[in-house]
């Protein structure tokens, strides 16, 4: 399986932007959205053994809120970053009311999160590993074979917290090279490799 986790960290959590102002009403919900989009879909069809979670971080009110993305059941995902952001901020609209998860569209649940509680969560994943420019190198790091567990930023970095808490869970740091990718850039290089790797090498059923 091949995991992500986003951390967004301006995209107003309640969904109130317009489709109109993406990157600046939106918090940069455009870049949000092609990394979705980058994630999940190819050329005539959809990467149903992909999973993300992005996890927008707000000062409350309200409370943080956590989207999840799963390939295998997703719905109605079309290439263009509008209808993805749609897509996205309906889901975010949707789970203000509410104190637990709710299935916004088929393959996209939302609901409050705890930051801290989210990423040791998805750090628990086997081979987790911190996508930054200052790591290992990509191309020799077993921690692609057979799927992978990247967690990575939007265009702003990790906050002091989030870089001291990934810190303090050792998490292995990935580097994807030298120069500063946009965050769907760092999804389309991730997956290439792992694409690669596993034309050598079938991916196990769970990944
Ligand atoms: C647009 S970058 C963040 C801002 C960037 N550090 C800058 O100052 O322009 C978004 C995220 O993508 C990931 N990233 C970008 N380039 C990378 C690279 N070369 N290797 C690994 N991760 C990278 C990191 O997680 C980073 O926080």
């Given at each position: 399986?091949?995991?992500?986790?986003?951390?967004?960290?301006?995209?107003?959590?309640?969904?109130?932007?317009?489709?109109?102002?993406?990157?600046?009403?939106?918090?940069?919900?455009?870049?949000?959205?092609?990394?979705?989009?980058?994630?999940?879909?190819?050329?005539?069809?959809?990467?149903?053994?992909?999973?993300?979670?992005?996890?927008?971080?707000?000062?409350?009110?309200?409370?943080?809120?956590?989207?999840?993305?799963?390939?295998?059941?997703?719905?109605?995902?079309?290439?263009?970053?509008?209808?993805?952001?749609?897509?996205?901020?309906?889901?975010?609209?949707?789970?203000?009311?509410?104190?637990?998860?709710?299935?916004?569209?088929?393959?996209?649940?939302?609901?409050?999160?705890?930051?801290?509680?989210a990423i040791r969560r998805f750090a628990g994943h086997p081979g987790a590993f911190w996508l930054t420019e200052r790591g290992e190198p990509y191309r020799s790091s077993p921690l692609i074979d057979g799927g992978y567990a990247a967690i990575l930023s939007d265009p702003t970095d990790p906050s002091e917290a989030e870089a001291t808490l990934l810190s303090d869970l050792s998490l292995p740091r990935i580097s994807l090279g030298p120069r500063s990718l946009r965050t769907s850039q760092c999804l389309d290089v991730l997956n290439q490799e792992a694409d690669l790797r596993e034309a050598v090498r079938p991916a196990t059923p769970d990944g």
């Open positions: 399986m091949r995991r992500v986790l986003l951390l967004a960290h301006r995209v107003p959590v309640a969904g109130s932007f317009t489709l109109n102002d993406l990157a600046g009403g939106g918090g940069r919900m455009d870049e949000i959205a092609r990394a979705v989009s980058t994630m999940f879909t190819l050329s005539n069809g959809l990467r149903t053994d992909a999973e993300m979670t992005i996890l927008f971080v707000a000062s409350p009110p309200p409370k943080a809120r956590r989207i999840e993305i799963a390939g295998g059941r997703l719905r109605y995902l079309n290439p263009d970053e509008r209808s993805t952001a749609a897509l996205l901020k309906n889901a975010l609209v949707r789970s203000i009311p509410e104190e637990e998860d709710v299935e916004s569209s088929p393959g996209i649940r939302v609901g409050p999160a705890e930051p801290e509680e």
